[in-house]
DNA sequence: TAGATTGTTAATCGATTAACAATC
DNA sequence: TAGATTGTTAATCGATTAACAATC
């Protein structure tokens, strides 16, 4: 098993892998057992040559003539992932999204492991969120010191956003999934932040719509 | 003020009109009156070409030797994404996740107006959610008959979700901001569609955490 | 063997960056 | 006018697609 290049592979091609196990993992949900670049592309809307070519910057995981054994490509997908880490995370604000992220998302099947739930608000102390007792703010170093938690989920305001990011990283963090509507800049190049803008999401929608409308030139909706 | 070529634009340059909207506000807010493509640039980790580029797809909202007018700018942007529109809104799904999207997210800002949460579970009917009463979805027909919703956020089971899409496009639905674990597809070309999967998003820190570790060449961690 | 489909190299396409003339 | 910075064209870079020899 020839040791893959795993350095510098485009962040495009990093952002389609979860994508690809998902569907690869549908499939096997449905009793499929191989499938080719072909048929994967046309379920996904996607080239066969793509998909070869993502597929390549890890290693070779096909067979010639024969196409992808399907349990044992998402089973290396997985490992290139490091779906079976279980890096420990906790989060921050236990709002109304953090709350919902909290009990919301199955952690253990994307490589996470939610240990903790830490809120500034002394009145959410002891309040149960998926299983967890929210912490209060003041209990995180001694929490950190015995857990060493490597992955921070912040919903909490964009005001305090960076503040705490700096602390943490202090503390051990290594990754930030940032759902405080701060694009955050972290000044160690080692720290991964993946920012969440659900704003910037639905955003698209309306652009898309008003786009649609301004299709049909003579639209009576043209407010100019 | 020549009409611009509003089709055509890339959706990488369109996925970059909400960031560049969020930054130019807040800097409004930070009391600047005027920027240059070269400052902007450097705030938010681009290159001035490019914003400059980004831009002109739109129109020339700039002037020579001066830069851009920030509220100026901030204004042809929120037209262009068409954030005054208030486009009607529904969501399907009030367990966790709808229930924080629907009261953790200032719709107005966004360019939607929730106006309608639906739920298939009769026991959550009445029940308040962001200031609206969860509806039975029996009650989907006769509202969109009087309300003509355009937009629907799935907050629901991947199982269902198809179905549900189908039939809300047959009721007069024009996009789709979708949380079901599940990428529609749709017959129509010209309804929108954004998928959003916060799985996929979490596991490229997985991805980036168990490839930091395999930096050093001789960690222990490497478990092949 | 013949057929299928990969892994990989080469060609194309599109997006980003650089350069600069226009102009405020 | 001189300085600054845009709008825009040209050059570069990177990503996608096409092609095909290798091979199961």
Redesign the interface.
């Known amino acids: ?1 020839p040791k893959a290049k ?2 510098g592979i485009s962040t495009l091609v ?2 389609r ?3 690809y ?2 569907f690869i993992g549908e499939l096997i949900k449905q009793g499929v057992v191989r499938s080719s670049s072909g048929e994967l592309a046309a379920k ?2 996607l080239t066969a040559s793509q998909i070869r070519q993502d597929l390549n910057c890890f290693g070779g995981f096909g067979q010639q003539g024969y196409g992808y054994n399907l349990i044992e490509l998402r089973t290396e997908i997985g490992k ?4 079976d ?1 279980g ?1 420990k995370t906790v989060l921050f604000g236990a ?3 953090g ?3 909290a ?5 253990g ?4 492991d939610l240990v903790g739930i830490f809120d500034s608000d002394l009145r959410k102390e002891n309040e149960k969120v998926a299983d967890l007792s929210v912490m209060s703010i003041d209990k995180m170093e001694d929490f950190f010191a015995q857990v060493h938690p ?2 921070a989920i912040l919903c909490i305001p964009k005001a305090s956003a960076q503040e705490l990011a700096d602390k943490l990283v202090s503390l051990g963090i ?4 940032n759902f405080s ?1 701060y ?1 955050l ?1 972290m000044s160690h190049s ?1 720290i ?1 932040v ?1 920012n ?17 409308n ?2 049909s030139d003579d639209e009576s909706s043209d407010d ?1």
Chains 1, 2 share one sequence.
């Open positions: 098993m795993k350095s990093i952002k892998l979860p994508r196990y998902r996904m809307s290139i992932l490091g779906i880490k890096y709002g109304n999204l709350k919902a992220i009990s919301h998302m199955n952690f099947e994307y490589g996470c490597q992955v290594k990754a930030f999934w509507h694009d800049k080692d991964i993946e969440v803008h659900l704003g910037d999401s639905i955003m698209t929608l309306a652009y898309g719509l008003t786009n649609l301004a299709h100019a």
